[in-house]
């Protein structure tokens, strides 16, 4: 095995609703190297942001145990200072809603040369021709006209661009993508995912891809973490967890698409929600509530992560003799209609 | 026999400006469009956003101005300039995003009934037993009825929503990307139920979605809109099988696949696809830069494609 680029190692980060803690991300362990594309899939509140805002250091409140080895420095040891010469230099984040990630009264060339002169990126008079050079690097149009524009100038495939050129100015080793697509459109899409694409062989960073579309999966990513609840129950290779997906919520998840094969079918449903983070049993399989037709001797107690085949690891025992269509009854129990209250993990900041 | 049916529709906004505040020229949102829907099918309307889809919605409820064309529901004139003919109650909407389509304040009793209060003088004692009916049909358990919005996640507040829309029993649905906010398992929920309220109720529905996967699932018919026009349009296998209009091939060839053995595949051939719109699209449109007007190719197959010769 090469290098690593990231290595994560049980990665805890638990946030406080009333007077107690309760962790979103749950022992979290991965890594990442150079030139791969690790994607992260989930439901929303599944901890998939969480997990992104805590390798970045971006959770202010929140209380993070474990470790984040990146180049050789344990990031949640970092101060601040430390932390900021690293955020937007070889670590840097593409954020999912472009309406939000740009600051509304700066002009484009001025957020772009706000990220070069933190990290002394290039002399002080030569910044504004590179502001300009990474915008057509990314694709847009008149580069030039567009980094004397604001934000609210320019579509929402423009400034999603705008947030990519901002992240890649550095020229960062690894790139966290927060769901980079999920507000655009699908020709949009294509484009910026190529985009991503290329400047990753280019630069030879490794990229967290975050997404819960999992056609963007299967193209963009080397390898796949499925999180569920605050955990990673499933990691494979992207062709192997296609086509020999092991656990029960992957497999429940890419039946639940609408793609050509279920064409005048009923699509798979997954029974209840996700549960609240102050409202989960924290012992035995997180997923044993949303399959309930599966019997209690078929899960694990405490269900780690075990690799069954080649770098594909499952966790929990109940994937043995999993079946989809087993029992799905159409009437949901109204006892899965359990009210959520409390926040959920991803709005904690 | 179709219950709605769109004639040239045209939605236009003027662009004010210069000393006096002059209407200096249109933004053409809706540019001549016609739709026609029969009864009991559903019929998908795709395009980016701003081609003009969720405007012809909104045209067809009654939410924004007309400038020319005419709206025929069940026969009746919509948009006539005299007397109004009242079909709310036939035509009912479902917003796209369910955090902000219900109002935080009211239970979930008081925002289903409101559309029935609306029409008919009905006691409490009469509208319980109905508002419980209706949440029994889209699956939401009893006890919802005096609880509010924020207390059920994102699947349950859409069901709600449907169960406000279906309330008056309508003929006609237009749902505004009912699905597009949901994860990928509550989406399975809500296309699973809205499919059998549909067929259960016969209703008529335009699907209006940027997702060509769950409109593939949904619709019998797809209209693709580009800048306000209607550029293809035919039953979904058509559509899907044989796109003639480069942009609906476009459109269609950008779709990720989750079929891992046909990834470089999909690549070469959304890459392809591309390079011949990058290069042909300016034939794909007139001087005035608007899609041609629609031409038959089969029966219910239409391109907008050059007039031949």
Redesign the interface.
Known sequence: MTEKLLEVNNLTTSFKIGSEYFPAVDDVSLSIQPNEVLALVG??GSGKSATAFSLMGLHRKARIEGEVNFQGQNLLKLNEGKMNKIRGGDLAMIFQDPMTALNPLMKIKQQIIETLKIHNTKAKNEREAYAVELLDRVGIPRPDRVAEAYPHELS?GMRQRVVIAIAIANRPKLLIADEPTTAL??????QI?DLIRELQDDLNSGVLLIT????????MADRVAVMYAGQIVEVAP??EL??NPQHPYTR???N?????S??GS?????QG?VPALNKMDRTGCRFAPRIPWVPASEHEKNPKLREIADDHYVRCTCYKNFSLGSETPQ??D?EE?Q???GARGGSVR | MNLLEIKDLKVHYPIKGGFFNTVKDHVKAVDGVSISIPEGTTYGLVGESGSGKTTTGKAVMGLNHVTSGEIFFDGQKLNSKGKKVDVRDDIQMIFQDPYSSLNPRKRVFDIVAEPIRNYHKKTRGELVPEVLGLLQRVGLPPGSLYKYPHEFSGGQRQRIGVARAIALNPKLIIADEPVSALDVSVQAQVLNFMQDIQQDMNLTMMFIAHDLGVVRHMCRHIGIMYQGRLVEEGRTEEIFKNPQHIYTKRLIAAIPDTDVDEIENNLAFRQMVKEEYDRNFADHLDEEGRAFPLQSITETHRVALPVKG
Do not use: W
């Open positions: 439901e929303s929402g459109d699908v020709t949009i899409q294509a995912l819960h579309d999992l056609g963007v999966v299967a193209e992207v062709r296609f086509k429940s998840l890419l639940s698409l609408p793609t050509e279920m064409l009923k699509l798979h449903v997954i929600v009437n949901i109204a209609y009210i959520e209250t």
